[in-house]
């Protein structure tokens, strides 16, 4: 019975630690924060020479009202995304993975404009681990097509 609890104790403790802390994040100097060295992040402010990082920003036609109510309505569907901080010019949300509970840490930046040609900046970053078999990428993706439908 006591090895029984013990391996159930530690199994909890290991699940629970794939959360990892919530890293410093959000605007600086009008950039989203940069990625780390490790290959499981993208950003759309990641200079281009930087392939392993940079993504394209999610381009929308409208006011930045409707293009955030348009995301939100996209995250709000998304399966295991938590939407954590919403603001003016800002959204950051927690994705979950179903099986080991990692999460990943996804912000949408909406710069001022005065025209109808809203530029949303992404980062998308795996709060532990080293890869994330293109994870983040995919998920960027997968939110710009909804997106823009």
């Not at 940069?34 to 940079?54: I, K, M, R, Y």
């Not at 295991?80 to 994705?95: C, H, K, T, W």
């Amino acid at each position: 019975m006591y090895k029984q609890v013990s391996i159930i104790t530690l199994s909890m403790m290991l699940l629970m630690g794939c959360s990892g802390t919530v890293p410093t994040l959000g605007i600086n100097d009008g950039q989203l924060m940069p990625c780390p060295e490790s290959p499981n992040c993208v950003n759309s402010q990641q200079s281009f020479a930087d392939e392993e990082h940079a993504i394209q920003p999610i381009e929308f036609v409208g006011t930045r009202q409707q293009a955030q109510a348009k995301l939100l309505h996209v995250l709000k569907a998304a399966e295991r995304a938590n939407i954590v901080v919403v603001e003016d010019d800002y959204i950051r949300v927690e994705f979950t993975s179903q099986i080991m509970r990692f999460v990943d840490d996804v912000e949408f930046y909406f710069p001022s404009t005065t025209s109808d040609n809203i530029t949303i900046h992404v980062r998308s970053a795996s709060r532990i681990g080293e890869s994330d078999f293109g994870v983040n990428r995919e998920r960027i993706e997968q939110i710009r097509n909804n997106v823009k439908l």
